[in-house]
């Protein structure tokens, strides 16, 4: 805690611009552990750090600006080049910034044991900063036999042994050469924390290798590993991470732009001053309207001239009304970069965990979306992203095997179109094969037998999100059993977004979420059902018709129509919301019919009157109504009536659920 008071204000702002230099350190460490020749950015992490170290100083919080003030020097013997970048390295540094991410949260939470943590961390930092590099500088020389298949797989695991046996300073042919061409000899430089005696019955224990053979580079040390870089020949690009600004350190290399200033996604949003000042001069022709209101009030004039008036201001209200919407809603608009940067440090982790080599991309982050639906699908995308590295992916020796690049690719792509947001999560991993998501189906008894014969595959692949449903073969620490993609729907069918899968098997998978841009304000259509009026969204609707009742066919208890050669189930609101709102079908008179698409297949709702097309604010309903199967919210209508707002989705799921049971 400060030694002195704060202002709840100056709070505040400390939180605010903490966390804001804590997303720069841990976006900045993520790329510089594979840019670390960009002097350019371990200078713009060296700045984060001292920044949070002089703010924490300033307000007092001492434990965060001891730790701070150990991270900056180690980050400046690395900005000097006396201190190489490894990879155990940059996992010290992440533990501190996840420590002082907690501190943050305990700060903010006025808890006083939340900050307990730091002193342990900066202790290992501080002898971290204390050591030199230790070890046993080893020179490995290792060959595949003339006639073995596949010389480059042995090679690579031969690779995979050394980097578990320290740090791999340097290798020839690197894990890139190896994917390119066909190699049978290989040289590496490691500093050594397992004894090499144990190391080289490992790789004794390989198959098809004729020779390994080992010896230790006079010297040791850092200062000895460049002696022996020199020794062996090896190039400056075989692999080593080389310190920014030291020798070489790539400052004639165009760099990459360095990070700029992201904030953590919380309950504020930043407005640009011009839209501020426009909605200001909004407010202002509001209060110039309300007074010609108070004015006409008392006006005497006779009624012709004051419908004349009204209707002026009643136009004018309407633009200013809708000019308020498109601001205040452009106000709500936040870029997808504000969940999209937490994403790395999910990859890189993830593929640590699980010794897999991998690249990720992400294109379309400064995509615009309603905050509300930012913050209900950071979940699911955590859950994607995990599964496309756990599940997704093959192993090294795998792809290897298959021919494929030993790097294998993830990417997040979030992109415009029409009235919706798409974003995607692809992976070049194994695809998933339609049978065998059928055939656990069928043993787990998700589908009957006769059902299967009529499934498309597209059908088969949305099994995959039903509840409990799994083909994982194995139990996996990091995505658990596989199962959790019912939640991942649920959660994204909560905001009214859909969630679909495309996948080609030994190619790869891609899952799609289809958001809608804003969930305040939608555009619906308005029906009447048992005397009241509910709303649905246009983006669900397919189609209006109307239909006669002898058109309207029966099986197994349900009703269906036939529209345009498809057949669909025809829902009467009565089955589903009670007698109330059941629709009384008079003869000799066709009846308007909703055609919805929620999901693949689209099915109709019988309604009483259509009563057109509006723009609907959606409110929450209160929680003591409780969860309405198809409800979702309510919207007050411009008469002052209330309109129920339909969840297409949650009705689908519904008669789907009635249909099975």
Request: proline share 4%.
């Amino acid at each position: 805690m400060p030694g002195f008071e704060l202002t709840d204000e100056e709070l505040r702002v400390f939180l605010q611009e903490a966390s804001e230099q804590l997303e720069i350190l841990e976006q900045g460490l993520l790329r510089f552990e594979k840019d670390a020749r960009n002097p350019a950015l371990v200078q713009e992490i060296f700045r984060a750090a001292h920044t949070l170290k002089g703010g924490a100083g300033a307000a007092g919080f001492q434990e965060i600006e001891r730790l701070t003030h150990v991270l900056e020097s180690l980050l400046d013997e690395v900005r000097s080049g006396r201190r190489a970048v490894t990879v155990p390295l940059i996992d010290r540094m992440l533990e501190a910034v996840d420590a002082l991410r907690q501190a943050l949260v305990a700060i903010e939470n006025d808890d006083a044991e939340g900050s307990a943590g730091l002193a342990a961390v900066r202790s290992r930092l501080e002898q971290l900063l204390a050591e030199e590099e230790q070890g046993c500088l080893v020179e490995w020389k290792v060959r595949v036999r003339e006639d073995a298949p596949m010389p480059s797989i042995r090679l690579y695991q031969a690779q995979l042994i050394l980097e578990e046996a320290g740090v791999l300073r340097e290798v020839h042919p690197t894990a890139e050469m190896l994917e390119a061409e066909e190699h049978r000899e290989m040289t590496a430089l490691v500093l050594h924390e397992k004894p090499p005696e144990e190391v080289e019955a490992q790789l004794a224990a390989l198959e098809d290798l004729e020779q390994v053979a080992w010896s230790p580079v006079s010297g040791g040390g850092g200062s000895a590993a460049d002696q022996a870089g020199e020794q062996t020949g090896f190039g400056p690009e075989a692999g080593r991470i080389q310190p920014a600004g030291g020798v070489n350190g790539g400052a004639e290399e165009e760099q990459q732009p360095v990070l700029g200033n992201a904030g953590a996604l919380s309950q504020t949003v930043r407005v640009d001053v011009a839209l501020l000042d426009r909605l200001m001069n909004l407010v202002g022709e509001l209060v110039t309207d309300r007074t010609r209101l108070q004015r006409l009030v008392s006006l005497d004039a006779d009624a012709a001239a004051l419908q004349e008036e009204l209707e002026e201001v009643s136009s004018h209200l309407s633009r200013i009304t809708t000019d308020l919407q498109e601001s205040i809603m452009r106000a709500r608009m936040i870029p997808l970069s504000t969940l999209f940067r937490k994403f790395p440090r999910l990859i890189r982790d993830a593929s640590h965990q699980l010794g897999k080599e991998v690249d990720f991309a992400v294109s379309g982050e400064e995509t615009e979306l309603d905050r509300s639906v930012i913050e209900q699908i950071g979940d699911p995308l955590m859950h994607l992203l995990r599964n496309a590295v756990d599940h997704g992916l093959e192993g090294p020796e795998e792809r290897l095997r298959k021919g494929k690049p030993v790097t294998g690719r993830v990417s997040l792509t979030a992109y415009h179109q029409e009235n919706h947001i798409f974003i995607e999560v692809s992976d070049d991993g194994r695809g998933i094969d339609p049978q065998k998501v059928l055939d656990a189906a069928l043993e787990r008894g998700f589908v009957t037998h006769d059902a299967a014969q009529n499934l498309s595959e597209s059908e088969i692949l949305e099994l995959l999100m039903a509840p409990g449903f799994s083909t994982a073969q194995e139990v996996s620490a990091l995505s658990g059993r596989g199962v959790g993609l019912d939640v991942v729907r649920r959660n994204i069918e909560r905001v009214n977004g859909q969630l679909s899968v495309e996948t080609r098997v030994g190619e790869g998978t891609t899952w799609r979420i289809k958001l809608p841009l804003t969930l305040a304000i939608v555009q619906a259509l308005l029906v009447e059902l048992g005397g009241d009026v509910f709303a649905i969204p246009i983006s669900n609707v397919i189609e209006a018709l109307r239909r006669w009742k002898g058109e309207v066919e029966a099986a197994h208890g349900w009703h269906l129509i036939r529209v345009r050669d498809q057949v669909m189930p025809l829902i009467d609101p009565g089955d589903m919301w009670g007698d109330a709102y059941r629709v009384a079908w008079p003869e000799g008179k066709p009846m308007p019919v909703v055609v919805l698409q929620a999901g693949l297949a689209p099915m109709a709702l019988l309604v009483d009157r259509l009563l057109g097309e509006q723009e609907v604010v959606i409110k929450q309903l209160d929680p003591i109504v409780g969860d309405v199967p198809g409800i979702s919210g309510a919207s007050i209508l411009g008469d002052g009536s209330v309109a129920l707002i339909v969840d297409v989705v949650g009705l689908t799921k519904e008669v789907r659920r009635r249909v099975t049971h």
